[in-house]
């Protein structure tokens, strides 16, 4: 199993996303997307977790799962507000046993506010900071860059962590979010940004960066529009489309095939413009679905065209799927 960090420094990589299923209906789903993906040869693929007992054993089944079928090199999210230490450590330990070298760390969503319901912010996040009654959720670590430092006390493993191209949605301002990811870079190995729509926002990213002297690898995070009842939640995520998306969008009217062909193109332009501005590589949000993707490497000529698409994600089943947020906001 090779390492991100060694991977990115090799050349440029491609590498995709999952989330662990949590149905029989999700996990065919699922059989058939790394099925139809694996060939395309990827670099690694990363897979989310959300905390808590269950979604931890879900992520470490499944990046064990295919360490030991397939060809794939996973990496295994994890989240720190949801745990204590020692529960982090052990995580990480069991990862390691499984054979598991590459970790993506998140912070997590702050645990919400119990009179209002409303997520804490970054200053209050902290479990430190929790009024008097209210039970503290997780433990010590509260930050993403403090579960950075753990993994590299467990050691053996090549770690990354979330960027925000337009800001973190709780950062105070942009030239904080800039500051705060710096400061996780000058520990981690690499980073992989949330998805967005225009190149010049990775470029202003990466300029930030090396102004601030931190030039290591961040991975543009692709996910192509392939129907308009995705547009309220990926603005909800800090990635409003932009105004002239939008036009294009909707001039394909209600013709559902016509706003996915849309989709499809303004995603290749994307990873184009991202690819010649000199990008270290292409990180896909699948959503466990494997047309979109292969219809983007076709379109770059990397490969065939694929079968006809799927049904546009999510496909309504009495277990609607709920899928984790790609590259989850981790709090300051």
């Not at 990873?271 to 219809?295: I, K, M, Q, W």
Request: with cysteine; aromatic share 6%; hydrophobic share 45%.
């Amino acid at each position: 199993m090779a390492k991100i960090a060694d991977l990115l420094r090799q050349g440029r990589t491609f590498s995709f996303e999952f989330f662990p299923p949590k149905n029989d209906v999700e996990q065919a789903t699922l059989v058939r997307t790394l099925r139809d993906l694996e060939p395309l040869a990827p670099s690694f693929v990363s897979v989310t977790y959300r905390g808590g007992s269950a979604s931890r054993q879900r992520t470490h089944d499944l990046v064990a799962g295919m360490l030991r079928t397939t060809t794939l090199t996973p990496m295994a999210h994890l989240i720190c507000v949801a745990h204590t230490r020692l529960e982090l450590a052990e995580i990480l330990v069991g990862f390691a046993k499984a054979g598991v070298e590459n970790i993506m760390a998140l912070g997590g969503d702050p645990p919400a506010d119990l009179a209002t319901g409303r997520l804490a912010t970054a200053d209050s996040a902290s479990a430190d900071s929790a009024p008097a009654g209210r039970p503290k959720r997780g433990g010590e670590l509260t930050r993403a860059i403090q579960l950075v430092e753990l993994a590299q006390v467990i050691g053996g493993f090549s770690v990354g962590v979330a960027a925000h191209p337009v800001g973190h949605p709780r950062s105070p301002d942009l030239a904080a979010d800039r500051d705060h990811l710096a400061e996780k870079l000058a520990v981690a190995d690499f980073a992989v940004t949330q998805f967005f729509f225009r190149a010049e926002e990775y470029l202003g990213l990466v300029g930030d960066l090396a102004a601030r002297g931190m030039t290591k690898p961040v991975v543009p995070g692709i996910m192509p529009i392939t129907s308009l009842s995705s547009l309220p939640r990926m603005a909800a995520m800090g990635a409003a489309v932009p105004p002239e998306m939008a036009e294009r969008l909707a001039a394909a009217g209600d013709d559902s095939q016509a706003v996915r062909k849309a989709g499809i193109e303004m995603a290749t332009e994307l990873c184009d413009a991202l690819l010649v501005a000199g990008a270290p590589g292409l990180h896909f949000y699948t959503l466990n679905r494997s047309t979109a993707t292969r219809e983007i490497y076709a379109n770059l000529g990397l490969v065939p065209p694929p079968e006809p698409p799927e049904e546009p994600w999510p496909a309504q089943t009495s277990q609607p799927a709920q899928p984790p947020r790609p590259a989850t906001p981790d709090p300051l």
